[in-house]
């Protein structure tokens, strides 16, 4: 029997807020343990929660990213469980009244070609809600500390509609999720410091069935690859024990991302288990329109979006635009630069950015705010380049003395004698008649319709010129003489 796999994703993601949620106190990473407490995150009789205005402003933001309706009234519920990472006994959450619904995630299928855009597909979201994130257990040898500092802070659960079907579709949709919230700057989504975090539910039935089988979750997926690993893992368990004759049970598993497999945590939880009811110390949120549009004005150009613009108004391939847009800050910088360089460069600005400058960025450890290369500097290269002042090959010395030193192009190049000496055409009609004369098979191949048999004349005149002679130019000329005799 043939079987298809269902999938959902609940993802959490921390929201960049200078404090907690319900609390002043600070939001943070890397800190002394237990220092980003006070009463109110410790739970200490008479502390009063406060909601943080600036987290309300990220989830809605979040929700017009992903073409969410906003909810005009949302409210706060209490999620009751006893667990040593939160001091409360309870999470304070939304429940039936979330503050996000529907919208989708854009997300480009997997496909085998990869210098044409795939295709595209939206995933439907269920919800978006809000919360106040629990604390971390630090397990050791024979005990486990914890550490509160985590506790509290703003933490927005993304909820999927069961509509991926493979692991490569639950990928490509984390991928682009997390771009979206860090475009939209709600979220830096570092996954190992827990700013991001996944579940993946995973059920199978029969192909043309209709009806969901039998859900576990996978927790413990600390990266997207382990995300999609994991669930590959599960897909092909769920399939032999049911080949074997088994019964799936509803549970939740851990993975383990560096040995390959999982085991069994406890039985799935159900929505009743935690006993929600609305929290009386925090009043309903009401959303009105203003609220909405000022946050709608800050709305960035999401990566799929930029990456059709950047095809269709700098006609740019998509092995450029497929590195450029999942950065804002390098698609920004390429954008400058091709406003500088001109009409018509755009795609030689693309090809030094992701070719040379990420590779030299690489090399040195450095990210494009400290790089010394700046668009300037690429648009003036691409001018170089373009006007035949400085040939290729002399330009690849000019950016690594660029991105050395910080020199401007131009400079760079008359300070090392690299710019082309002006070309004598009689001369170089004499060198191009010489290169014919000295290899005549190759001239031959060429009249008989080998096109990649002119390079082979090519490099004695480049070398009769001592590499200063317009490649353009010994280009055109080769083919005029081959051409009449």
Same mark, same amino acid.
């Given at each position: 029997?043939?079987?298809?796999?269902?999938?959902?994703?609940?993802?959490?993601?921390?929201?960049?807020?200078?404090?907690?949620?319900?609390?002043?106190?600070?939001?943070?990473?890397?800190?002394?343990?237990?220092?980003?407490?006070?009463?109110?995150?410790?739970?200490?009789?008479?502390?009063?929660?406060?909601? /943080?205005?600036?987290?309300?402003?990220?989830?809605?933001?979040?929700?017009?990213?992903?073409? %969410?309706?906003?909810?005009?009234?949302?409210?706060?519920? @209490?999620?009751?469980?006893?667990?040593?990472?939160?001091?409360?006994? !309870?999470?304070?959450?939304? !429940?039936?009244?979330?503050?996000?619904?529907?919208?989708?995630?854009?997300?480009?299928?997997?496909?085998?070609?990869?210098?044409?855009?795939?295709?595209?597909?939206?995933?439907?979201?269920?919800?978006?809600?809000?919360?106040?994130?629990?604390?971390?257990?630090?397990?050791?040898?024979?005990?486990?500390?914890?550490?509160? /500092?985590?506790?509290?802070?703003?933490?927005?659960?993304?909820?999927?509609?069961?509509?991926?079907?493979?692991?490569?579709?639950?990928?490509?949709?984390?991928?682009?999720?997390?771009?979206?919230?860090? !475009?939209?700057?709600?979220?830096? %989504?570092?996954?190992?410091?827990?700013? +991001?975090?996944?579940?993946?539910?995973?059920?199978?039935?029969?192909?043309?069935?209709?009806?969901?089988?039998?859900?576990?979750?996978?927790?413990?997926?600390?990266?997207?690859?382990?995300?999609?690993?994991?669930?590959?893992?599960?897909?092909?368990?769920?399939?032999?024990?049911?080949?074997?004759?088994?019964?799936?049970?509803?549970?939740?598993?851990?993975?383990?991302?560096?040995?390959?497999?999982?085991?069994?945590? @406890?039985?799935?939880?159900?929505?009743?288990? !935690?006993?929600?009811?609305?929290?009386?110390?925090?009043?309903?949120?009401?959303?009105?329109?203003?609220?909405?549009?000022?946050?709608?004005?800050?709305?960035?150009?999401?990566?799929?979006?930029?990456?059709?613009?950047?095809?269709?108004?700098?006609?740019?391939?998509?092995?450029?635009?497929?590195?450029?847009?999942?950065?804002?800050?390098?698609?920004?910088?390429?954008?400058?630069?091709?406003?500088?360089?001109?009409?018509?460069?755009?795609?030689?600005?693309?090809?030094?950015?992701?070719?040379?400058?990420?590779?030299?960025?690489?090399?040195?450890?450095?990210?494009?705010?400290?790089?010394?290369?700046?668009?300037?500097?690429?648009?003036?290269?691409?001018?170089?380049?373009?006007?035949?002042?400085?040939?290729?090959?002399?330009?690849?010395?000019?950016?690594?003395?660029?991105?050395?030193?910080?020199?401007?192009?131009?400079?760079?190049?008359?300070?090392?004698?690299?710019?082309?000496?002006?070309?004598?055409? /009689?001369?170089?009609?004499?060198?191009?008649?010489?290169?014919?004369?000295?290899?005549?098979?190759?001239?031959?191949?060429?009249?008989?319709?080998?096109?990649?048999?002119?390079?082979? +004349?090519?490099?004695?005149?480049?070398?009769?010129?001592?590499?200063?002679?317009?490649?353009?130019?010994?280009?055109?000329?080769?083919?005029?003489?081959?051409?009449?005799?």
């Amino acid at each position: 029997m043939n079987y298809e796999a269902v999938i959902g994703l609940e993802v959490h993601v921390q929201i960049k807020t200078q404090s907690k949620m319900f609390t002043r106190v600070a939001a943070g990473y890397g800190h002394e343990p237990n220092t980003l407490t006070d009463p109110v995150v410790l739970a200490l009789p008479g502390a009063l929660p406060v909601m /943080n205005h600036a987290a309300l402003d990220a989830i809605i933001k979040a929700g017009l990213l992903l073409g %969410c309706e906003i909810a005009p009234v949302c409210k706060w519920d @209490r999620k009751n469980y006893f667990y040593p990472d939160s001091p409360k006994n !309870y999470q304070i959450s939304q !429940y039936d009244q979330p503050i996000c619904l529907g919208g989708s995630v854009e997300i480009e299928l997997p496909g085998a070609a990869r210098n044409l855009m795939g295709e595209h597909k939206n995933i439907p979201l269920t919800r978006i809600h809000l919360e106040e994130d629990v604390g971390k257990l630090n397990h050791e040898d024979h005990d486990s500390l914890v550490d509160y /500092n985590r506790a509290g802070t703003p933490l927005m659960e993304i909820v999927s509609d069961p509509a991926m079907h493979t692991a490569d579709e639950a990928y490509a949709y984390l991928t682009s999720l997390r771009a979206t919230m860090i !475009y939209g700057g709600i979220s830096d %989504c570092d996954m190992e410091k827990g700013q +991001l975090r996944c579940d993946a539910n995973i059920s199978i039935r029969p192909v043309g069935e209709t009806k969901l089988g039998t859900k576990v979750e996978l927790k413990n997926l600390n990266s997207i690859s382990f995300v999609r690993d994991g669930i590959a893992h599960e897909i092909k368990r769920q399939i032999g024990l049911m080949e074997r004759g088994g019964t799936i049970v509803q549970e939740t598993r851990d993975y383990d991302g560096q040995t390959g497999t999982s085991q069994s945590l @406890r039985s799935k939880e159900m929505a009743h288990d !935690y006993r929600y009811f609305p929290d009386p110390d925090l009043m309903p949120v009401r959303v009105d329109e203003p609220w909405k549009a000022r946050l709608r004005a800050e709305c960035p150009e999401l990566p799929f979006v930029k990456q059709r613009r950047f095809a269709e108004q700098y006609q740019l391939p998509y092995t450029l635009t497929s590195v450029l847009v999942w950065d804002r800050e390098l698609a920004d910088y390429f954008e400058e630069t091709a406003q500088l360089a001109g009409p018509g460069k755009a795609q030689a600005a693309g090809n030094w950015i992701v070719n040379d400058l990420l590779r030299e960025l690489t090399a040195a450890n450095l990210t494009l705010a400290t790089s010394r290369v700046r668009p300037a500097h690429i648009a003036g290269l691409v001018k170089l380049v373009e006007a035949g002042t400085i040939f290729t090959n002399a330009a690849k010395e000019v950016f690594i003395e660029m991105a050395a030193t910080g020199d401007q192009p131009d400079v760079i190049a008359e300070r090392k004698g690299l710019k082309a000496a002006p070309t004598d055409t /009689n001369e170089l009609e004499q060198w191009c008649r010489d290169a014919i004369a000295g290899n005549a098979k190759s001239a031959a191949e060429f009249r008989a319709g080998k096109e990649g048999a002119i390079n082979a +004349l090519k490099g004695p005149v480049m070398k009769a010129a001592k590499g200063k002679a317009n490649p353009k130019l010994v280009d055109e000329t080769l083919r005029r003489l081959l051409a009449e005799a």
